[in-house]
């Protein structure tokens, strides 16, 4: 039974280029959640999905970042055009409740 | 704008010795859990407490929230090495995310 799995585990990319950051929860799940850890930083809310739905996107960025959970496929966090301040480690986690949250082991992005 | 205080941010120990983290909130939370994080990997989930009062035990970890669900703490007894990491603390109030702290990086030198 695999776990909560994101790709890639790091990513480099150059200012002004997208990125796309990928979590496929783990079997029988339906609920994604993406969250953002900064250096010497604790994890921050980025958006809640279900299959097809945004549920709560309060802790997104307005510009450039875009989240999605298709039917089929992977869940997708896109950043377009990223800046040196997108650096960061990106968790996926995903579960059926709130108390029972699995995270992946997360992409760590670097923005040169 | 709800938010958990977790202290101290750094604790360095020796193996065998016992150690409390706390995590603190001026918030009242419907859960809390606790995270265990290594460098490198997701937090990985070490227990949730839900009621005010409630004292849960994982081996040597007690874990233990708030009478009024603001505040929580977690005790290590006779600390170990492969209990360092960084430990988070992670708030849940009502909706269907989660507050964390920053985290207390902890250190157990053999």
């Known amino acids: 039974n695999a776990g909560v799995m994101q790709n890639p585990r790091h990513l480099v990319r150059r200012r002004g280029q997208e990125a796309r950051l990928r979590c496929s929860p783990m079997?029988?799940?339906?609920?994604v959640y993406w969250y953002r850890q900064l250096p010497e930083e604790g994890l921050k809310f980025m958006v809640y999905?279900?299959?097809?739905?945004?549920?709560?996107e309060s802790g997104m960025p307005k510009e450039r970042f875009s989240a999605e959970f298709p039917k089929e496929g992977p869940s997708i966090l896109r950043i377009q055009q990223v800046v040196r301040g997108d650096s960061a480690a990106y968790f996926c986690?995903?579960?059926?409740?709130?108390?029972?949250?699995?995270f992946g082991s997360g992409t760590r992005l670097t923005v040169v | 704008t709800q938010l958990l205080e977790q202290s101290p941010q750094f604790l360095s120990i020796q193996e065998g010795e016992n150690l409390t983290v706390y995590c603190n909130s001026s918030?009242?939370?419907?859960?809390l859990q606790w995270y265990r994080q290594e460098p490198g990997e997701g937090p990985v989930l070490l227990v949730t407490v839900v009621t005010g009062g409630e004292v849960k035990k994982l081996k040597r970890l007690t874990f233990q929230f708030g009478d009024a669900r603001k505040d929580s703490s977690l005790h290590i007894t006779a600390a170990q090495p492969g209990d360092t990491g960084l430990y988070l603390c992670?708030?849940?109030?009502?909706?269907?995310?989660?507050?964390f702290g920053k985290g207390t990086k902890l250190t157990v030198n053999p």
């Open positions: 999905l279900q299959k097809e739905n945004i549920i709560d």
């Open positions: 918030s009242v939370f419907s859960s």
């Open positions: 986690a995903s579960g059926q409740e709130l108390k029972r949250y699995t």
């Open positions: 992670a708030g849940a109030g009502g909706s269907e995310k989660l507050v």
């Open positions: 079997k029988g799940h339906s609920h």
